[in-house]
């Protein structure tokens, strides 16, 4: 059974800077792509970033790009999510999910929307 617990989120001023992990159990880690999403309320679930199974070709929505940097290291089954020159835009419910296959997922749609897929999430609230 897949199992994906994210930490690591919080309030945080404009500006600000902060580090999401994802820690992955019940499959073979190393052999999928991974992705964070995100959900503000109020607002449909978007891809955030992905990374292929090797770590080797990393992906960014154009909202995030040069802000967040997103890595894997799988001999600990973690992913990671380094968010720097953080927006109010950026508030969210962060989400770990895991790609069907060895690539990442940007186009994760209705996949990402079922709850199987991805972890319980991690708030990001963006606020002076």
């Known amino acids: 059974q897949v199992q994906l617990v994210e930490s690591g989120g919080g309030l945080v001023q404009p500006g600000g800077t902060l580090r999401l992990s994802c820690v992955a159990s019940?499959?073979?880690?190393?052999?999928?792509?991974m992705n964070w999403v995100r959900q503000a309320p109020g607002k449909d679930i978007e891809w955030v970033s992905g990374?292929?199974?090797?770590?080797?070709?990393?992906a960014y929505a154009d909202s995030v790009k040069g802000r967040f940097t997103i890595a894997r290291d799988n001999a600990k089954n973690t992913l990671y999510l380094q968010m720097d020159s953080l927006k109010a835009e950026d508030t969210a419910m962060y989400y770990c999910?895991?790609?069907?296959?060895?690539?990442?997922?940007?186009?994760?749609?209705?996949?990402?929307?079922?709850?199987?897929?991805r972890g319980q999430g991690t708030q990001v609230t963006v606020s002076a």
């Open positions: 019940g499959f073979a880690f190393s052999s999928y792509g």
């Open positions: 990374i292929n199974s090797g770590g080797g070709t990393t």
């Open positions: 999910l895991k790609s069907p296959s060895a690539y990442y997922f940007s186009r994760a749609g209705d996949y990402a929307k079922d709850s199987a897929n």
